[in-house]
């Protein structure tokens, strides 16, 4: 799906989102800094629908603050250990297609979350693949444009946190 189709079928959308009619996830972004460098590497994962890269992400929970829920999320679906910072990063905005085959738009509250490692067995093992990127290398993969933004914005972010 090309840039131009996936935003004008957004767009073709908003009205469920003005009237309040979109659902919450919350995800995290996942990111190690390799040793010995300075640069950032991202974790993305594939969908298990379509294939296409994602970051892992989640419905809410009972009795789960919103970072909570991000670092269950990055564990289920890529055995990732670490910490999501409490504060959000940024949001986006995708079309989620519900069993019900209705297309409704989820706000996505994106954590940022530092891998400390990665369990070998986790809940969705066998049916994502994951695979490490640049900043920019993993902007490039995702389809969402809000999503391209956040993540071209990772390592700069991280700096000015020091």
């Known amino acids: 799906m090309n840039k131009k189709t996936y935003l004008s079928r957004l767009a073709g959308e908003a009205e469920k989102l003005f009237a309040g009619r979109s659902i919450e996830q ?14 950032v590497e991202i974790l993305l994962i594939t969908s298990r629908e379509s294939g296409r890269w994602v970051i892992p992400k989640g419905w809410p929970m009972d009795k789960k603050l919103p970072h909570q829920v991000a670092e269950r999320e990055a564990w289920e679906e890529a055995g990732v250990k670490g910490k999501a910072k409490k504060k959000s990063f940024g949001y986006y905005t995708y079309l989620k297609s519900l069993d019900t085959g209705e297309t409704v738009p989820s706000v996505v509250q994106v954590h940022l979350l530092e891998v400390s ?10 049916q994502r693949q994951l695979r490490w990127f640049s ?7 995702v389809r969402e444009p809000e999503l391209k933004g956040l993540l071209r914005t990772v390592e700069t972010a991280l700096a000015q946190e020091k």
């Open 135 to 141: 900043p920019n290398e993993a902007a490039a993969n």
């Open 26 to 39: 919350y995800a995290a972004i996942c990111y190690r800094r390799p040793p010995g460098r300075k640069d």
């Open 117 to 126: 490692g990665l369990d070998e067995r986790f809940p969705e093992r066998g």
